[in-house]
């Protein structure tokens, strides 16, 4: 929907379905008319097979009312832990970069805020470099829960895979070829839980 808006915003007039797959990232027209056609069942646009550019908008409104405007309030380490603000300053977001999301990202939760992923260590939990987490702001999770964990000690971040065992945290890295990290259940404090992987597809694109 935000394709669409900002080519016919700049064009004066809809694209087509190939214009859609360039714009997107998307390598089958098949898969851009599946997405459209949900689009319609939703009452954002009508379609028109008959027409080249057969994409009516309905009400903008119709579809903004089902975004919210989320924070990015910093960068996290998917790898080694790196230094990110502390969470008193993250707390100031007036001057932060936003993301406009759809609703169903936010699964109705308050408190959501958004990081960008650096590193690799969450790949094999689809969580790469570059990618933005939504994350909703709790101080516990359960085990297996991919966390945002401050390091005290360290005063780093870090995103990894929570385990409490006997008398250590466990943070587990989703890369076999990296190795968890333990740390004292003392030294550490949980921040926020991922709730939405927001994939990047190319640079500059989220």
């Not at 308050?110 to 987490?133: C, E, N, R, T």
Request: proline share 4%; aromatic share 10%; with cysteine.
């Amino acid at each position: 929907m935000e394709f669409i808006y900002g080519f016919w915003d700049s064009k004066g007039y809809p694209p087509t379905i190939r214009d859609i797959a360039h714009g997107c990232s998307i390598s089958s027209t098949s898969v851009v008319k599946y997405n459209l056609d949900i689009l319609e069942k939703k009452g954002y646009i009508r379609c028109h097979s008959d027409i080249a550019r057969g994409i009516e908008l309905i009400e903008r409104s119709a579809y903004n009312k089902h975004e919210c405007r989320i924070p990015v309030i910093g960068q996290i380490a998917a790898g080694k832990p790196i230094p990110v603000p502390e969470l008193d300053n993250w707390n100031n977001w007036s001057h932060q970069e936003t993301i406009i999301v759809t609703t169903d990202l936010t699964r109705g939760r308050h408190a959501i805020y958004a990081l960008k992923v650096k590193g690799w260590s969450m790949v094999d939990a689809l969580v790469s470099d570059g990618d933005i987490v939504l994350m909703e702001y709790v101080n516990t999770v359960e085990n297996g829960e991919v966390a945002a964990i401050w390091l005290k000690e360290e005063r780093e971040a870090t995103l990894k895979k929570f385990y409490a065992e006997d008398g250590r945290i466990r943070l587990q890295p989703a890369n076999n070829k990296m190795k968890p990290i333990y740390v004292k259940p003392e030294n550490i404090e949980v921040q926020g839980r991922v709730i939405t992987v927001i994939r990047q597809f190319g640079a500059g694109k989220y």
